[in-house]
């Protein structure tokens, strides 16, 4: 198999990534408008409410996941084949238990269905059983998909972000198709489940392809210590997992509860196109995780600085620009792709920017601790983030509706995690004073609010009909943030170094064309 370097694997990552995900997001989103045409505002909320229930029972992942990856980034640079092996079989004995207990868990929860949903929705189908397909789907994965973690180990993430992309931009298809012909929503799930353990499989199968080591039965079993690691990570990665949940995962249950499944339809477009915009993020710096777990293992300490540093530049690059064209964009997509009907008041696209901002500043911090082992610091102030949001959700919930159930996920991020996560890597990664990334993290917010203020001024002045307005108001959400962006950082040394990473990265595409 070619070796190549960091930079190269970074670059094919992506290339896969973005790729996939360019025609995968158009087909998403055709599929969703065609639900949204086909079925009532009733199954929006379904899905998004079900959604939100497995994504909270993945809870029983526990966080091995993040941790075996981490533990395989050294036995694959030193290419000792039977360590890997011995990890992946407790990798693989453990995902087989959480399957079992996610469809357990989520079996013993049909009770309490009938208690977050107030009045019942207006569909056709039982409510229970499609709840049955959705966990079905989510518990048959984890039998297949940890064998994902051999190739993002070995910098290779590509071939997974290739093969599910195939898979889901055929699904899409065929639900399109299907609503259509029989605006049948049990058509639609099981097409959705169908493809998912396809897919899973698939990758499985390339996984003992490409690396038959991983299945050998003689691997020897992990050492004492090796395992404690194992037990210590995990436990501190349950405890963060918990967190993440319950902010990210219990908003929609929260709106079904005070508001009803119609407005947890409405809130799931805006939902749908926010996390759009944040997997198309998320695939550049998921696909440099290994890397940077390389460089982590390998590296030298002012190096591992000096790649933070360029990164986050980058990153708030990215989620700044993406957050003003939200603010900007979003209620003009809504009414375009899904009639004006589904329009909600602009506050709360506003608030839903704020915490994708937020949420997205958190990225390459969450990379480089992750990749540093770090993860037993700042666990239980993560899991106060939780409880500040659910207290939130219920008190603003009750008083502001569905903007208060936002802005305090907002709060409670930003009391907590916002602050401490890159404190954690700046003491115990970097061993630097926190003070840099506090004044650096201002910067950028003071960048960001006049880039807001000065394109939402200049888009307020647009005035057309709805297509040609959404074209205008697209040209200078790109023109505008940009250029102030350009101004405000172009003095700082990141950004220096940000422009001959492009530069070699450039190249280094122009290489591996010539190689093709």
């Not at 990664?429 to 004044?439: A, P, Q, V």
Request: some cysteine; proline content about 2%; aromatic content about 14%.
């Amino acid at each position: 198999m070619t070796e190549r370097s960091r930079t190269e694997y970074s670059i094919v990552n992506i290339a896969a990534s973005m790729g996939g995900y360019a025609l995968n997001i158009i087909l998403s989103f055709i599929c969703r408008i065609v639900f949204a045409h086909q079925l009532s505002a009733d199954y929006l909320g379904v899905n998004g409410l079900f959604g939100n229930i497995l994504s909270m029972l993945s809870l029983t992942e526990l966080g091995i996941g993040t941790a075996m990856i981490y533990a395989l980034y050294r036995p694959v640079a030193q290419k000792d084949e039977k360590k890997i092996a011995s990890y992946m079989r407790v990798y693989g004995t453990a995902y087989k238990a959480i399957g079992c207990v996610v469809g357990i868990l989520g079996l013993a929860l049909i009770p309490v269905l009938k208690f977050i949903i107030n009045e019942p929705p207006n569909i056709h189908e039982n409510i229970y059983f499609l709840y049955v397909l959705f966990l079905f789907s989510t518990a048959s994965s984890y039998f297949f998909s940890y064998r994902c973690s051999i190739f993002m180990a070995n910098q290779r993430n590509y071939i997974v972000v290739a093969m599910n992309y195939m898979v889901v931009i055929v699904q899409n298809i065929a639900q399109i198709i299907a609503l259509v012909l029989t605006h049948n929503y049990i058509v639609y799930l099981v097409l959705q489940v169908v493809f998912t353990f396809l897919s899973n499989a698939l990758i499985s199968r390339k996984a003992v392809k490409d690396y038959p080591y991983i299945t050998d039965k003689e691997a020897p079993k992990l050492e004492k210590a090796e395992i404690w690691d194992l037990v210590k990570n995990i436990k501190a990665l349950t405890v963060t997992k918990l967190s993440g949940i319950l902010v990210n995962n219990t908003d929609n249950i929260v709106i079904t509860y005070f508001k009803g499944l119609i407005a947890t339809g409405l809130v799931s477009n805006y939902a749908l196109l926010i996390n759009m915009l944040t997997s198309l993020v998320t695939q550049v710096f998921t696909s440099i995780t290994a890397s940077v777990g390389n460089l982590n293992a390998v590296g030298d300490e002012e190096q591992k600085y000096s790649i933070f540093n360029t990164l986050n530049l980058a990153n708030f690059w990215i989620y700044g620009w993406v957050f003003v064209g939200i603010i900007v964009l979003v209620n003009d997509v809504i009414a375009f792709c899904f009639g004006k009907n589904y329009i909600m008041p602009e506050t709360i696209p506003i608030i839903l920017a704020i915490n994708f901002y937020m949420l997205g500043m958190q990225n390459i911090v969450g990379i480089y601790k992750s990749t540093m082992g770090l993860f037993k610091y700042g666990q239980y102030i993560l899991l106060s983030t939780a409880v500040l949001n659910l207290i939130g959700d219920v008190v603003l919930g009750k008083q502001y509706g569905i903007l208060g159930i936002f802005v305090a996920t907002a709060v409670a991020r930003l009391f907590t995690n916002t602050w401490y996560e890159p404190y954690v890597i700046y003491k115990h990664g970097f061993k630097r004073k926190f003070k840099e990334y506090i004044l650096k993290y201002a910067w950028f917010a003071i960048s960001l609010i006049i880039a807001t203020i000065a394109t939402y001024m200049l888009c307020k002045l647009v005035k057309m009909t709805l297509f040609v307005q959404i074209i205008i108001k697209g040209i200078i959400c790109i023109l505008v943030p940009n250029l102030i962006f350009i101004a405000m950082m172009h003095r700082m040394p990141e950004f220096k170094a940000l422009l001959e990473l492009v530069q070699r990265v450039l190249q280094k595409i122009k290489g591996l064309l010539h190689i093709a």
